[in-house]
């Protein structure tokens, strides 16, 4: 059984920056895409990034994109979350999730979805507040 740990989150200014950090334990995560997702105080679970096993292509939420990047180690079972010109309205708890059964980021509708994903850490929380 996978597990996964979240870690990095914190409370930060407007426009600074943090990084998160998943660690897969219990099994290897290295031929399963991997995502962020983030759940802002009173709303629905949503899709942050997603990469894909080899790490050779990422996708990212609109919401996100050019501002947060992330990546993979497979050799240490890690993937990051960076995020740079934090807005309050990334305030929420970030989770890192795992899809056992897919290697590549095929349709978007799947992989953006908190439904295909079988494993999930504990989260994180990111507040960005003044």
């Known amino acids: 059984q996978v597990q996964l740990a979240e870690s990095g989150g914190g409370l930060v200014q407007p426009g600074g920056s943090l990084a998160l950090a998943c660690v897969a334990s219990g099994g290897s995560v290295g031929s399963a895409v991997v995502a962020w997702f983030r759940q802002p105080p009173g709303r629905e679970r949503e899709f942050v990034a997603a990469?894909?096993?080899?790490?050779?292509?990422?996708h990212y939420a609109d919401t996100v994109q050019g501002r947060f990047a992330i990546s993979r180690d497979n050799t240490k079972g890690t993937v990051a979350l960076r995020m740079s010109w934090l807005t309050p309205e990334d305030t929420a708890v970030y989770y890192c999730?795992?899809?056992?059964?897919?290697?590549?980021?095929?349709?978007?509708?799947?992989?953006?979805?908190?439904?295909?994903?079988?494993?999930w850490g504990q989260g994180t929380q990111v507040t960005v507040s003044t």
């Open positions: 999730a795992v899809d056992k059964d897919r290697t590549l980021l095929l349709r978007q509708a799947d992989f953006t979805s908190p439904k295909r994903y079988d494993f």
């Open positions: 990469i894909s096993a080899s790490g050779a292509r990422t």
